[in-house]
C-alpha cells in the first residue's frame, strides 16, 4: 500500500474528484439519485485516500516532503509536475478531504434554486480538486494553475445559484481574485527568472520547484527587489484570505452565496491565501518577509478590529459570520506576521478550527434561512423553543468561534495573540506586543457580537411572525453533516497537539532562511 501511495497517492487524492465529475457528466441530468450517489462516493473515495495518506505519513519526518513525485510536464520552461505532502499542507488536504463529503451529504435535500444537483455537484468536485492541488503542488506554476482552477466553479456556485444580488457578489469576487492573482503571476514569473540556473540533466536551467527555490531563499537580490516580488505574493495571497482592506468582497460572496458554497469558501477557499503566504512567500523570499511582517500584522490587527465592528452593525446572520471570518482570518494573518515558529504553528491551526467552526455555523445558517426563508436577525427569536437541537448547536459554534477552551477556536486564537509578544529577530517587539494587546481586545469584541447574536436568534421567545409556525428541527441529513465537525472542534480543543505535533517540525523546516528563529 505505501509503495502504491509513494507513487500515485498524491496524484489519486488531487484528481479523482475529476474522475467522479467525469462519470457524472455521462449520466443523464433526470437522474438525481444517481448523481447523488455518485458525488458522494466519489467524496468518499478521496476520503479514503486521504485516510490513506495520514495513515502512512511518516511523522517523525514532517518536514520532509512524502509522497513526492516529479515528472516532466511543460520542458521548454523547466516546470515540472512536482507532487508531494509534508506537515504544512497534510492538515489542510485533511480538512478538505473531510469537509467536501459534508457538503454533499448536507446537499442531499437542500439544494438550492435553480434545481440542478447535476451541475451543483460537478461543480463541488472540480473545487475539491482545485483546493487539495493546491495543498499538493510543490511546483510554483502548478500550483497558480490549481490556485486558479477553484475560480471558475465558485463563480457559477455563486452567480448561478446564489440569492437576488448574485451578479454582483460572483463578480467583484471574480474582480478581487483575479486582480491578485494577475500580480501574483508577475511575482511567480519574477521569481523564476532572477533565482539562479540549477543542474537539469547535466543543463543549466531557471526552475519553479518551490523545493529548489525555498533552499535559494532570495539570496543575491537586492533588497528593494526582493521587496517588491514579496509584494505580488502579499497582493495575490491577501485578497484570497482575504485581509483588510481587501477584504469586501468576502461578505458579499457569503450572503448570496447557496449554503454550501459559504462553507466550502470559509473551510477552505480562504486558507488558500494563509497558506501561501506559509508555503511560498516567507520561505522563498525571507528576508521580504521580515520588511513586510509589520505591515502584515498591522493589517491583521486592522482586521480584527474591523471584522468584529462590521458584525456589531449586521442585521443578517449570514454577514455576521461573514465578517467574523475577516476578524477570525486576522488572527491567523497575526500568527504568520511574526515569523516565529510558535506563531506559524498557532496561524496552521486557525485555519483548521476556523474552517470547522465558521463552517458549522454557516451550516445553522443555511438550515435557519430553509425554515423560516429568512436570515434577518430582527425576525429571528426563539430557535431553543421551535428548533432546540440547532439552537443549542449555534450556542456550541458561538462558543468555539469565541475561543472557549476546551473547543478548537481557543488554540487558534490564543497562540496566535500571544505569539506576537516575542517576534522574529530584527521585528519590532513593542509594535508587535502593541498588536497584541489589540488583537486582545478584539477577542471581546467577538464575545460581543457571538453573544449578541445567540441572544437574539436563539434565546427569547419566537418572533409574532413565526410564533404559530411549525418549525422542523434537524433532518437526518444536517445530523450525518454536523456530527463529524462537532466531534472534531472538540476533539481538537481537547488535544491540539493533534496538529501541532504535525506541523512544528514542518514549519521550522520553512521558517530557516529567516535564521535566528
Not at 29 to 39: D, N
Not at 390 to 398: K, P, Q, R, Y
Request: charged content about 10%; proline content about 5%; hydrophobic content about 55%.
Amino acid at each position: 500500500m505505501k509503495d502504491l501511495l509513494n507513487g500515485w497517492g498524491a496524484t489519486a487524492v488531487v484528481f479523482l474528484p475529476l474522475v467522479g465529475a467525469a462519470v457524472m457528466l455521462a449520466i443523464p441530468k433526470s437522474e438525481e439519485t444517481l448523481h447523488k450517489v455518485v458525488a458522494l462516493a466519489t467524496s468518499l473515495v478521496v476520503f479514503g485516500v486521504g485516510v490513506a495518506l495520514l495513515a502512512n505519513f511518516d511523522y517523525d519526518h514532517t518536514a520532509t516532503v512524502q509522497f513526492f513525485q516529479d515528472k516532466a510536464w511543460i520542458d521548454v520552461i523547466n516546470s515540472r509536475y512536482i507532487m508531494g505532502i509534508d506537515g504544512i499542507s497534510l492538515p489542510l488536504i485533511a480538512l478538505t478531504v473531510f469537509v467536501v463529503p459534508l457538503v454533499i451529504v448536507y446537499s442531499w435535500d437542500h439544494f438550492p434554486e435553480p434545481h440542478n444537483p447535476k451541475a451543483f455537484l460537478i461543480l463541488i468536485l472540480i473545487l475539491e480538486t482545485g483546493m487539495i492541488g493546491s495543498f499538493v503542488a510543490q511546483d510554483l506554476l502548478l500550483f497558480f494553475v490549481f490556485f486558479e482552477f477553484v475560480l471558475l466553479p465558485m463563480y457559477f456556485m455563486i452567480g448561478v445559484y446564489g440569492g437576488e444580488q448574485r451578479k454582483y457578489a460572483s463578480l467583484k469576487f471574480f474582480l478581487y481574485t483575479a486582480f491578485g492573482s494577475a500580480l501574483m503571476i508577475v511575482a511567480i514569473l519574477a521569481t523564476y527568472f532572477l533565482s539562479p540556473e540549477i543542474s537539469i540533466d547535466g543543463e543549466m536551467r531557471h526552475t519553479f520547484s518551490m523545493i529548489a527555490l525555498s533552499e535559494w531563499g532570495g539570496a543575491g537580490l537586492a533588497k528593494s527587489t526582493v521587496i517588491l516580488i514579496f509584494g505580488g505574493f502579499f497582493m495575490g495571497f491577501g485578497i484570497k484570505v482575504p485581509m483588510f482592506p481587501f477584504h469586501t468582497w468576502l461578505p458579499d460572496a457569503h450572503t448570496q452565496a447557496p449554503t454550501q458554497g459559504s462553507v466550502i469558501l470559509a473551510a477552505v477557499l480562504l486558507k488558500l491565501g494563509t497558506y501561501g503566504f506559509v508555503r511560498i512567500a516567507i520561505p522563498i523570499l525571507p528576508e521580504g518577509a521580515k520588511w513586510w511582517a509589520p505591515i502584515i500584522g498591522g493589517l491583521a490587527v486592522i482586521g480584527i478590529i474591523y471584522g468584529a465592528l462590521g458584525c456589531l452593525a449586521q442585521t443578517d446572520m449570514k454577514r455576521l459570520i461573514a465578517f467574523s471570518s475577516v476578524a477570525h482570518m486576522g488572527y491567523v494573518m497575526l500568527g504568520i506576521a511574526t515569523l516565529t515558529p510558535f506563531g506559524i504553528n498557532a496561524a496552521i491551526f486557525g485555519m483548521v478550527a476556523h474552517g470547522l467552526i465558521t463552517g458549522m455555523l454557516f451550516f445553522i445558517a443555511g438550515s435557519v434561512k430553509d425554515r423560516f426563508h429568512t436570515l434577518e436577525i430582527k425576525r429571528l427569536g426563539g430557535l431553543l423553543l421551535q428548533a432546540p437541537h440547532m439552537g443549542w448547536l449555534l450556542g456550541f459554534s458561538a462558543m468555539a468561534s469565541l475561543g472557549l477552551p476546551g473547543l478548537a477556536g481557543f488554540w487558534g486564537e490564543f497562540p496566535a495573540i500571544l505569539s506576537a509578544y516575542n517576534p522574529a529577530d530584527g521585528l519590532s517587539e513593542e509594535l508587535f506586543r502593541f498588536y497584541m494587546v489589540v488583537a486582545a481586545i478584539g477577542t471581546v469584541l467577538a464575545a460581543g457580537y457571538l453573544l449578541w447574536l445567540l441572544q437574539r436568534v436563539a434565546f427569547g421567545t419566537p418572533t409574532e411572525e413565526f410564533e404559530h409556525e411549525h418549525i422542523h428541527d434537524m433532518h437526518l441529513t444536517d445530523y450525518l453533516a454536523w456530527a463529524p465537525m462537532i466531534l472534531f472542534i472538540v476533539v481538537l480543543g481537547v488535544y491540539p497537539n493533534l496538529i501541532f505535533r504535525v506541523t512544528d517540525a514542518a514549519v521550522i523546516h520553512s521558517l530557516a532562511g529567516l535564521g535566528g528563529n
